[in-house]
């Protein structure tokens, strides 16, 4: 149900891939509605189309069928360069792999988003304060390499927070921490999201990450459910 304060909707979302076989179809009709302030996980098996999900909700792919808006506005109907300057500016992004630059230092890691359009002249003091944010301010100068894949994490944490995006979308955050770097990055979403009203989109196979979100549903068989709480 979608109300007011709904920040993304898909509705009816299809999504087909073209393989040896012929096309095979990923999403059979997905609707999701997000409220601003919630935090969701989206779990299923590994294949199910976890990633093609959150791509589509990020606006990184497009559905074949179906409707994806934020905040009412439909973003299928964007333009490229309209779509890239959206995401710049309302979506962050975390991945299982940081993908930071490891020539560039901790700090120019997290102002790279605002290299494509303008940061404004406060981008690297709000860099040092998310850095600070997420633990890391006397890590400024450190390359990637010198820190551990927690830390790493934490960085791509504050590089998607830099342009500050209402909705932060994660496929498999803590896929390649420790248990205990999985539970202080998922701690620190959570308090990013109770005291910075960040809107958060996890895409997880770990229960215990779940365990932590306001909401969990299941994608299973191409289209997503609420996912039963068992006995
Ligand atoms: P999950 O994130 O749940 O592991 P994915 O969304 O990565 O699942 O993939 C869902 C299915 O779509 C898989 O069978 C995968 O092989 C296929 N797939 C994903 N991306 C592509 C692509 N670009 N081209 C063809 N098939 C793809």
Redesign the pocket.
């Known amino acids: 149900m979608t109300t007011a304060n709904t920040i993304l909707e898909l509705e009816a979302v299809t999504k087909a ?3 040896p076989a012929g096309s ?1 179809p ?1 999403l059979k009709g997905v609707d999701l509605a997000v409220e601003a302030g919630e935090t969701v996980a989206i779990v ?10 959150l791509n589509m909700a990020g606006t990184l792919d497009q559905p074949d069928g179906g409707r994806v808006t934020f905040r009412g506005k439909s973003l299928p109907g964007m333009t490229p360069k309209e779509a890239a300057r959206f995401r710049n500016n309302e979506i962050g992004f975390v991945f299982q792999l940081h993908h930071l630059l490891p020539q560039c230092s901790v700090l120019e890691n997290v102002l790279v988003p605002t290299l494509v359009h303008t940061g404004g002249e406060d981008a690297p003091e709000r860099a040092r304060q998310l850095l600070d944010r997420v633990g890391l301010s006397d890590r400024l100068d450190y390359r990637p390499g010198q820190l551990s894949g927690g830390e790493r994490q934490r960085v791509a944490v504050a590089r998607a927070l830099i342009n500050r995006p209402a909705l932060l979308l994660a496929d498999e955050p803590t896929g390649s921490l420790s248990p205990e770097g999985a539970m202080d990055l998922t701690r620190l979403m959570i308090a990013l999201n109770r005291e910075d009203a960040l809107t958060l989109v996890v ?1 997880t196979h770990s229960q215990e990450v779940a365990a932590h979100m306001g909401r969990v549903v299941e ?1 299973r068989d191409g289209v997503l459910r609420p996912r039963e709480t068992r006995p």
């Open positions: 891939y073209a393989g095979t990923v299923g098996p590994s294949g199910c189309g976890k990633s093609t999900l895409v994608l």
